[in-house]
């Protein structure tokens, strides 16, 4: 039981920046109908500016919460500078344009992590634990570093998911998505909407990299792995469905966990990738279409 406890805890972390992040993919071919390959990327920056920031300013005497506060204020801005970057001067003039957005991406792949590599270098990051201890949770011993991100992703999670319901700007974006034409025809700026969707996008990826930069180790190419598994969830799903990049999220982060921790991680890989193509062939469209 207390496995089983532990288990769901850290799937449930895993899970909620799996959401963080495939929520950005979602929005974005939502609202434009492209596929941003580069959004591993702009979680990558983020990630690895945390990594790299915490240990030097820890080293100049800060504490831990403040350098960790500081590092992802920096980490935000630079995530939502690089999606403004790469909308204004890029995916701008490719909107609705899958082939030309696909190459588009690609290069902004190729070229952001040769940039990362020459800035940051090619080693592996890791950083020492924010808050120490453990706290026991239903009888099950868990880090209290991993309870706290695990409570903030779900927190960030909720809030996100009840703005994009209930906000003016939430009800825009899903309009665009669900027919763009017809939103424009009641008033709606699409041109401003989908800047402001990328914009969100590319926070959402910088606060998935801030929460998992502390449980994992960090590379200049870490978002090339949260990238696949984030297209996963929005294949199980359904590309343009908000909830459905919810629970194809907590569908990958769950069968991960139980079946690394039951059987061996690439087994775990391995079912996930058998669920997308059950899924595909019975719901071409995904589990909750789009919705």
């Given at each position: 039981m207390q496995n089983f406890i532990q288990i769901s805890l850290v799937s449930l972390q895993i899970g909620a920046v799996y959401i963080l992040f495939?929520?950005?993919?979602?929005?974005?071919?939502?609202?434009?109908k492209i596929i941003n390959f580069a959004h591993g990327q702009v979680f990558t920056l983020s990630a690895i500016i945390v990594a790299v920031m915490l240990p030097m300013l820890t080293g100049w005497g800060w504490s831990p919460p403040v350098a960790f506060?500081?590092?992802?204020?920096?980490?935000?801005?630079?995530?939502?500078?690089?999606?403004?970057?790469?909308?204004?001067?890029?995916?701008?003039?490719?909107q609705r344009n899958l082939v030309?957005?696909?190459?588009?991406?690609?290069?902004?792949?190729?070229?952001?992590?040769?940039?990362?590599l020459d800035v940051f270098g090619g080693q592996v990051r890791s950083i020492p634990p924010l808050i120490t201890?453990?706290?026991?949770?239903?009888?099950?011993?868990?880090?209290?570093?991993?309870?706290?991100?695990?409570v903030a992703a779900i927190v960030f999670t909720l809030i996100l998911y009840?703005?994009?319901?209930?906000?003016?700007?939430?009800?825009?974006?899903?309009?665009?998505?669900?027919?763009?034409?017809?939103?424009?025809?009641?008033?709606?700026?699409y041109e401003r909407i989908a800047l402001q969707g990328f914009l969100i996008a590319a926070l959402l990826a910088g606060?998935?990299?801030?929460?998992?930069?502390?449980?994992s180790a960090v590379t200049t190419t870490i978002g090339t792995d949260y990238l696949l598994k984030g297209f996963i969830a929005v294949i199980i799903g359904g590309l343009g469905s908000v909830p459905g990049a919810i629970v194809g999220s907590l569908f990958?982060?769950?069968i991960e966990g139980f079946g690394g921790f039951y059987f061996d991680p690439s087994g775990a890989s391995i079912a996930v990738f058998v669920l997308v193509m059950v899924v595909l062939v019975v719901r071409p469209k995904g589990l909750m279409g789009n919705v």
């Open positions: 495939s929520l950005g993919l979602t929005l974005i071919f939502g609202v434009m506060a500081a590092s992802a204020v920096v980490a935000l801005l630079s995530s939502v500078s690089l999606g403004f970057v790469m909308f204004q001067y890029g995916f701008r003039f490719y030309g957005s696909f190459i588009l991406s690609l290069g902004f792949v190729l070229l952001l992590e040769g940039i990362y201890g453990t706290v026991d949770v239903f009888g099950a011993p868990m880090t209290t570093q991993r309870l706290v991100l695990c009840f703005a994009l319901a209930k906000t003016r700007t939430g009800k825009a974006l899903r309009a665009a998505s669900i027919d763009h034409e017809a939103a424009m025809l009641q008033g709606i700026p606060v998935a990299g801030i929460l998992i930069a502390p449980t990958v982060a769950f």
